[in-house]
């Protein structure tokens, strides 16, 4: 596979992306990605082309995205440096931040939330509908808490 990689740490994508993955089998019991016993950077690039979107943010009071596979920069419509500095409260569009706050508390109290719709806005104002979105929270090795991530196949353009 020849995906080219966003231009960043390698190793910060192999964790991540292992994280992800980990965090995502804790909380569903399910696999998200049938090849996650793979070598770290061939992981890496299968799981950013995948055909479905996958997302994550960090701890911060106002989490920042720290990533997205193309798939996600697609339909975002943003590059790598400009995905890694947007707030995930700005993939919704103002009136739905609060019912998305909502949900993300939800989310951190109780691990996860699969089958998840609602209104999402791109970088160029593009909104859309998601649907059937899963959302998990992030643990690493330790057990703690390390930010949330999210996956979906369905979405469609308003």
Not at 75 to 86: F, G
Not at 106 to 119: E, N
Not at 125 to 140: C, K, P, Y
Request: net charge neutral; aromatic share 12%; charged share 25%.
């Amino acid at each position: 596979m020849t995906q080219t990689l966003p231009d960043c740490d390698l190793d910060f994508l192999v964790r991540q992306t292992r994280l992800m993955l980990s965090s995502y089998k804790h909380w569903t019991g399910k696999t998200l990605w049938p090849n996650e016993g793979k070598s770290g950077e061939t992981l890496v690039r299968e799981v950013f082309a995948a055909p479905f979107v996958l997302c994550s943010a960090g701890t911060e009071a106002d989490p920042i995205l720290n990533y997205g596979n193309r798939t996600a920069l697609d339909l975002w419509e943003m590059d790598w440096p400009m995905l890694t500095r947007t707030p995930g409260r700005h993939t919704a569009e103002a009136m739905e931040r609060a019912e998305r706050d909502r949900f993300l508390e939800t989310v951190k109290r109780q691990g996860y939330i699969d089958d998840y719709s609602g209104i999402r806005i791109s970088s160029t104002g593009r909104r859309f509908r998601i649907s059937q979105a899963t959302v998990w929270n992030l643990i690493d090795e330790q057990g703690r808490y390390a930010g949330q991530a999210a996956t979906f196949t369905g979405w469609h353009y308003l």
